[in-house]
């Protein structure tokens, strides 16, 4: 048995989901163990594009079994939409191919309601968050005031605890956004109509893993989000409301932590991020421009334009260390090419207070004061997306690559020169 886990090392959006489904295909079970449907994994087979929110990302690949784990928010919407929109392309994601926790807390429409009027409420101090229901689905959860998966599929108990449920966030609707009180007959109907469907999927996956460990089965666990989005070492209050790296495996998938043999970071060879909060290495103006229009920065959820910036090993050797990176996967390099100069934040600044940090100040009250400190290399003309040899990259490409590896500190194990499955380069052995 062999246990890996992926985690994103910036800001989220580093191509995670392209990594993921190269790697299924070596692997029997990929597991899904935080966040939500404000994740969006994006996955080209054969030049065809699936974005993928819920459903982990090996169920593109035949014979793999795909847990999503207790850790999960999920939105039961959602998960079933996917199924039905790969069905529809002629993937059938069957009950051996995707089991969900019935642990795991169900966002309602409720949650996506107070999230966006949350956000409003809030003004200039808004998170900008998705609006998925994320962070009040979490809050429930934290408070034991949520429903489970399993909740929808006993209609006894779920209309209990619906009751129960909507009274408190009708109210809250009413008396503080001025939004009309939701009827409890509509909600229930829907959502025991939707348990009905999900039954067939849902067990204790937290037992089925652990079973699948003992027969010897290779197991990927797949992050959502990035580190610097973690809800307790990113960049808060804007992170997401989940443990983005290795440390959320155990209680979100109930596995044992030290059954992970090894991690693997994945980044961005520049750096990417959406909605608010502190960005060092962001840049504005015609670079941030060209960075966005060459790696077609959009985001696969919100289609909102991604902040752009270098690369900033700082922050990305923060993460790794944080999660215990075996090594790093390096993607989008090819978006690189055409640059006549390239650059990465080595260090930080902060007003007011230390200079020339390397290691990222993660106590800082007010991430806002950090100002980077850029060091530059030449970049490279060339189309590298046919490139398959890391031997056969401009020598510049290669400059760059190592340059980073010694600053983050840890081996570069493979590189994406776009968005195929085939336009890798493994660099592990050079």
């Known amino acids: 048995m062999a246990t890996r886990s992926v985690f994103g090392a910036q800001w989220g959006d580093e191509g995670k989901g392209k990594i993921i489904d190269l790697w299924a295909a070596d692997t029997d079970v990929i597991v899904r163990y935080q966040g939500g449907a404000n994740a969006g994994h994006t996955v080209v087979v054969d030049g065809e594009k699936f974005v993928l929110h819920l459903l982990p990302s090996g169920v593109l690949q035949e014979g793999k079994i795909n847990i999503i784990g207790n850790g999960v928010a999920i939105d039961p919407t959602v998960v079933l939409r996917e199924i039905d929109e790969l069905a529809e392309r002629g993937i059938t994601i069957d009950t051996k191919r995707l089991r969900v926790s019935a642990n795991a807390h169900v966002i309602l429409d409720t949650h996506k309601q107070i999230d966006n009027a949350s956000e409003l409420w809030l003004g200039a101090g808004r998170i900008g968050t998705t609006g998925r229901g994320i962070g009040p689905c979490y809050a429930d959860k934290a408070s034991r005031t949520g429903l489970r998966i399993g909740d929808l599929i006993d209609r006894e108990r779920l209309r209990s605890r619906l009751a129960a449920f909507l009274a408190e966030k009708s109210a809250l609707l009413e ?36 079973r699948l460990a003992r027969e010897g089965k290779d197991i990927l666990f797949e992050g959502a ?39 693997f970071g994945v980044a961005k060879a520049y ?72 650059q990465v934040a080595t260090s930080y600044d902060v007003e007011g207070g230390a200079s020339n940090l390397t290691e990222y100040p993660a106590d800082l009250t007010d991430l806002a004061r950090v100002r980077p400190r850029f060091e530059s290399r030449p970049g490279w003309m060339a189309d590298i997306t046919a490139v398959r040899q890391y031997d056969d990259l401009p020598q510049a490409a290669r400059d760059y690559v190592e340059w980073v590896e010694r600053e983050v500190g840890v081996p570069i194990v493979m590189l994406s020169v776009g968005p195929q499955r085939d336009q890798v380069i493994p660099i592990a052995t050079r």
């Open 271 to 342: 750096c990417t991020r959406v909605g608010e909060g502190p960005f060092p290495s962001e840049l504005e103006g015609a670079l941030g421009e060209k960075l966005r229009e060459l790696g077609n920065e959009y985001g696969a959820t919100t289609g909102r334009p991604r902040r752009c910036g270098w690369f900033d090993a700082v922050a990305v050797r923060y993460a790794l260390e944080l999660n215990g990176a075996a090594g790093l996967v390096m993607t989008n390099l090819d978006v690189l090419s055409g640059f006549d100069e390239v």
């Open 175 to 210: 008396r503080v956004h001025g939004a009309e009180p939701i009827a409890l007959d509509g909600v229930y109907d829907r959502y025991a109509a939707i348990g009905e469907r999900l039954a067939p999927y849902v067990g204790d996956t937290g037992a089925e893993l652990r």
């Open 225 to 263: 989000q990035g580190a610097m989005l973690d809800i307790d070492h990113g960049t808060y209050p804007f992170v997401t409301s989940s443990n983005t790296g290795v440390g959320g495996i155990g209680p979100g998938a109930g596995f044992p932590p030290n059954a992970i043999d090894a991690a």
